[in-house]
Each structure stands twice: as C-alpha cells, then as structure tokens.
DNA sequence: TTAACATATAAGCATATGATGATATAGTTA
DNA sequence: TAACTATATCATCATATGCTTATATGTTAA
C-alpha cells in the first residue's frame, strides 16, 4: 500500500476518462470492482439492449482495461490488473459507491442472474 | 493530509469523467492545479480558436468546476475548491504529468503571455 | 444435426460534440 | 466619443456516440 502513483500521460488519460465518463461504463466499472461479471449480468442489471452492453464491452476491452475470460457458454469480464492505468482507475472507483444494490434489485425481483 | 475520501455519486462522477475525457479540458484543468490562467493563454497555447476555449470553459464553469474573475480587460479562471467534487478531481489530476512545458514553450518563442 | 442460448457484429438513425467564422458584449485607452 | 483588446455567444457543419433491430457466430445439449 505504497503513495507512489503511476502517472499517466494525458492522451491515455483523457481516452480513459472518456470511457469512463459514460454512465453505463462507469457502473460497469464499478461492479468489476467487486465482481467478475458476464454479459447477461449487465444485461439484466441495465435498461438497455445486449447489443448495447456488447458495444460498451467491446469498448473497454479495445483500450485494455477489461480481460475476457470464456467459461462455457458464458463471457466473463474483469478488470485488467495489468493495465498501465489500472491504480488510477481504481482510485478513480473508489470514490464512487458501489452499485451493489442494483444486482440486489435483481434477485429481489426474482431476476436472478441465471449464469452463475 | 487525510484518507477519507468524498464520495461521488455515479451520476455526478460521470459527468465529471465526461467533461475530463476531452484533451483539451482536461490539460486545462491540469495547468489551473498549479496556475490561474486567462482565456487568452489558453488560446496561446492550445492550437484551436478562441470561441472553443470559450466553450470548453463555459462547460467547465456551467458545472461549477471553476471559477471566474475579471481582471479589468482579463477574465481569469481557477479551479473551484469548494466543488463537491474537487477531492476527486484533485486525485485524478495528481495521476497526470504537468503540462507546464506548454507556458515554457510559448514563452520559448517569444509568444508570452500579454495578460499579466 | 438441430434447437436453444449467449454473445458479437453490422447497418441505420437520432442526438451530442467540438470545431469554425461571424458577431455581440464588455472593458481600456486615446 | 471612437478604436482596440478580451471574451462570449450564435449559427453552422462534420464527425462521434449510443442506441436499436437484424443477423452472425460460438457453445451446449437434445
């Protein structure tokens, strides 16, 4: 647990600050934090089209900061904890609440996410 | 010098994010860590006209990210540390290098700055 | 092999964004 | 006052963005 940031210079900062200045991306983020999460999960969790969940995806991995991870029939996605802007990403998180509640949402609803 | 940090809510955070991921706002907002500066550096600096400074501060302003104050012809601007979320723009800003090359240079080439 | 499910990609569309040039407004100075 | 400088705003445009639907690809299971 050191203070020694890893700067970032800043053309990767602002393409990083751009991904994450989108609302959906930012609490996808937020819940990798946390969790490894499959498409379907996002799916259910937001209101919006697989499609569109598969597009901010395809985003975040094509700047590095997601890893996708095959189990079966299901895509898991995490944080990549390789990422040059991994630590200033985290930082960046933990100032935002988590968004836990809104998997619990669903379970309460009997949506329960059915890949796990 | 604390740990306990000001939290962000998601909505709050992505704008913030949003308004950081462009390249020119965000450098802006790293030279106000250190310096107060007026339109018109920003115009000498950056390579774009003077009415997109004009905007990209007035987004900034129009969130409370900063402040202005007129100088008799000049109209300065700062950072706004009393904004909900300066802590969080402060730590983001701490990850990037400081662009203060880019005064050095102007000043290199005899472009300095006439406002002060 | 076929059906069903999970995910990705393509095409199209509406809206947002960042830039410009022209013009308006405000302060300074002659 | 008029001329000059600094800044803001307006109108416009090209491009980017995020979304949708339709379709393609990949995996599992009958």
């Known amino acids: 647990m050191t203070d020694i940031k890893t700067m970032i210079d800043l ?62 029939q299901w895509i898991f996605y995490s944080l990549n904890r390789q990422h040059e802007a991994y630590e200033f990403v985290q930082n960046l998180l933990d100032f935002i609440p988590d968004q836990d509640q809104k998997i619990k949402e669903l379970e309460q609803q009997g949506l329960r996410i059915t890949c796990e």
């Open 11 to 72: 053309d990767k900062a602002s393409s990083v600050l751009k991904l994450m200045g989108d609302k959906t991306r930012l609490s996808m983020l937020k819940l990798l934090q946390k969790n490894e999460c499959c498409v379907c999960e996002f799916v259910a969790i937001f209101n919006v089209s697989q499609s569109s969940i598969s597009q901010h995806l395809r985003k975040l991995k094509d700047v590095g900061l997601v890893n996708e991870n095959r189990k079966g």
